[in-house]
């Protein structure tokens, strides 16, 4: 597939998935957006997709805990685009402690904000430029903690519960934006390994059976839900555990 002609914006892009989905969609030839807690971080991976590529890149600084810096970001988009084709809600703190207690009040407070309240304050924000597209993309990487019952992971509550948040957000808003053909796509990986889109060994990695899910399959995924046709709307992915 390609991106052509597209308008991807990615929160959370100053490193990790984020950083790998905004690589990939200039190397598809895509008008990126990318966005991070910091400008410094943000701008940081708009340099390297722009030397990667050669893409068209801006960089802004959103932190999704923070309200008026999402309204900002939106608004930035839009002073340089007239649309947004895929939007990738990537962005979310990740909290470990497996007691209540192994977390202080902010970092929970701002846990929650950022992977519930920020993802809804996003696509509200982005949605009228989502619209503009005449079928657009939301994409959520969401998490296997946010399944029932699942248990593995060793987050702290505080995750689990702004990924069941967010979950339950997508699967509400799947329902509620289908009529206008816009697609809500959301994935829930256990923990994957990371690798690096610039480094050679990016397209080399294990990927067999015997192997941890990686960034390069859960990417795939992503890739190919968008390249599916208008009628297809995939509204998940889960994911086996071994």
């Known amino acids: 597939m390609d991106l052509?002609?597209?308008t991807v914006v990615v929160t959370g892009a100053?490193?990790?998935f984020g950083r790998a989905v905004a690589l990939k969609a200039g190397r598809l030839g895509a008008r990126v957006f990318v966005s991070a807690r910091t400008t410094a971080a943000a701008q940081r991976v708009a340099d390297e997709v722009a030397a990667d590529s050669g893409a068209e890149v801006d960089a802004f600084a959103c932190d999704l805990a923070a309200p008026a810096t999402v309204r900002a970001f939106a608004e930035?988009?839009?002073a340089?685009?007239?649309?947004?084709d895929v939007l990738v809600n990537n962005g979310a703190r990740y909290l470990p402690g497996p007691d209540l207690?192994?977390?202080e009040d902010d970092a929970i407070t701002d846990t929650i904000a950022s992977g519930a309240t920020g993802t809804v304050l996003t696509v509200k924000h982005f949605l009228p430029l989502l619209r503009a597209a005449g079928g657009a993309d939301v994409v959520n990487?969401?998490?296997s903690a946010a399944e029932a019952r699942n248990h593995r992971s060793a987050a702290h509550p505080a995750f689990y519960a702004a990924k069941a948040a967010q979950a339950g957000f997508a699967d509400v808003l799947s329902h509620r934006l289908r009529p206008e053909g816009i697609r809500v796509i959301s994935l829930y990986p256990p923990d994957f390994t990371d690798g690096d889109p610039l480094h050679p060994t990016w397209e080399h990695a294990p990927r067999s059976a015997d192997d941890p899910l990686s960034a390069q399959s859960v990417l795939d995924c992503v890739l190919f839900a968008i390249g599916q046709p208008r009628d297809c709307?995939?509204?998940s992915?889960?994911?086996e555990q071994g």
Do not use: C, M, Y
């Open 141 to 143: 990487l969401v998490s």
């Open 80 to 84: 340089h685009a007239d649309r947004v």
């Open 233 to 235: 709307f995939i509204r």
């Open 14 to 16: 100053g490193r990790g």
């Open 76 to 78: 930035g988009v839009a």
């Open 101 to 103: 207690w192994d977390a």
């Open 237 to 239: 992915f889960h994911f």
């Open 4 to 6: 052509v002609g597209k």
